[in-house]
Each structure stands twice: as C-alpha cells, then as structure tokens.
C-alpha cells in the first residue's frame, strides 16, 4: 500500500490473499482497527468505456487453496476513515468457519 498524505482518509490496498484451507469459506466480513471501514472493491469498464469502481457485497466465496489477486483495475479494498498512521496495518479478514485470516499490510514511502 502505498502512504497517504496525513489529510488523506481513504486508501486502496493490492496484493495477494491465499485461502490455507482445503475447503471453500466465505469472507464474510474485513476490518482494521487503523480504518472505520474496509470494503471489497472492483474496477472495469461501463458501456461507454469509463472505468468505474463498484462495491462488491459480502460474503465472498473463497475458492478451496484460491488466491485472490487484489490489483490496480480489478479487485482491491478501499480503506475509508483512517484513525492511524504508521508504517503497517492490520487488516483481519473474518470467515464463514469461524476462523479469520490477519494480514499485515506494509506502506511504503511514494
């Protein structure tokens, strides 16, 4: 992720989250204490051509050893309400079988 000017409220986030487990679970909701609120968003192109950022509802299947590729114009979390600067953040991502994955995610300097 990349750092935000201190006045900046929202942020995007990409990377990679792999599914460790042998069978399909649900994200069924994703926080951070750093942020108010994370969302699921994707990218892609309207019928006129202009790319548009659409929230993606919850719960998201996720694939038995799936990975999910959080990039620049496809999926990605926007992160609105930032309570925290510093140079990592905690995003847990809560699952259909109780259990939650927990990402450290590193900003970097622009």
Do not use: C
């Amino acid at each position: 992720m990349m750092e935000a000017p201190d006045v900046a409220k929202t942020n995007a986030v990409y990377g990679k989250i792999q599914n460790p487990y042998p069978s399909d679970v649900q994200i069924t909701k994703i926080e951070s204490d750093w942020y108010g609120s994370i969302e699921l968003h994707e990218s892609m192109n309207d019928d006129y051509g202009i790319m548009r950022m659409r929230k993606q509802s919850l719960p998201l299947t996720f694939k038995m050893n799936e990975t999910l590729k959080l990039t620049k114009g496809g999926k990605h979390l926007m992160l609105y309400d930032k309570k925290k600067n510093n140079g990592s953040i905690k995003i847990i991502f809560y699952l259909s079988n109780g259990l939650k994955l927990e990402e450290i995610v590193e900003v970097r300097k622009k």
